[in-house]
Nanobody, 124 residues
Framework: QVRLVESGGGLVQAGGSLRLSCAASGRTFSSGATGWFRQAPGKEREFVAAITWTGGSTDYADSVKGRFTISRDNTKNTVYLQMNSLKPEDTAVYYC?????????????????WGQGTQVTVSS
């Protein structure tokens, strides 16, 4: 079993920055990928970014490309999401998810484990 715990969310003004962390414990993978998703009230959960276990490949939703950066530190079993130039439409609960299978996939069903989420609120 893999446990994922997100942290780093909060309230920030538009144009500001936050860094989210996703710490993994338990049976961690030596392959696969980790993704960030978000869900705003009344909307479906959507893909934000993903990174392979090696960190060699990344993928971003068009809405965050150029503003968000995903990275990982495997010595700490932690994946990060650096979010810059935040906009009110970035407001959502952000979830990290881990997949044992290799592939940068945007579908929620691809991922095996999910965290509980962290709230990000961007005020205008």
């Amino acid at each position: 079993q893999v446990r994922l715990v997100e942290s780093g969310g909060g309230l920030v003004q538009a144009g500001g920055s936050l860094r989210l962390s996703c710490a993994a414990s338990g049976r961690t993978f030596s392959s696969g990928a980790t993704g960030w998703f978000r869900q705003a009230p009344g909307k479906e959960r959507e893909f934000v970014a993903a990174i392979t276990w090696t960190g060699g490949s990344t993928d971003y939703a068009d809405s965050v490309k150029g503003r968000f950066t995903i990275s990982r530190d495997n010595t700490k079993n932690t994946v990060y999401l650096q979010m810059n130039s935040l906009k009110p439409e970035d407001t959502a609960v952000y979830y990290c998810a881990a997949a044992a299978k290799l592939g940068l996939i945007r579908r929620t069903g691809w991922y095996d484990y999910w965290g509980q989420g962290t709230q990000v609120t961007v005020s205008s």
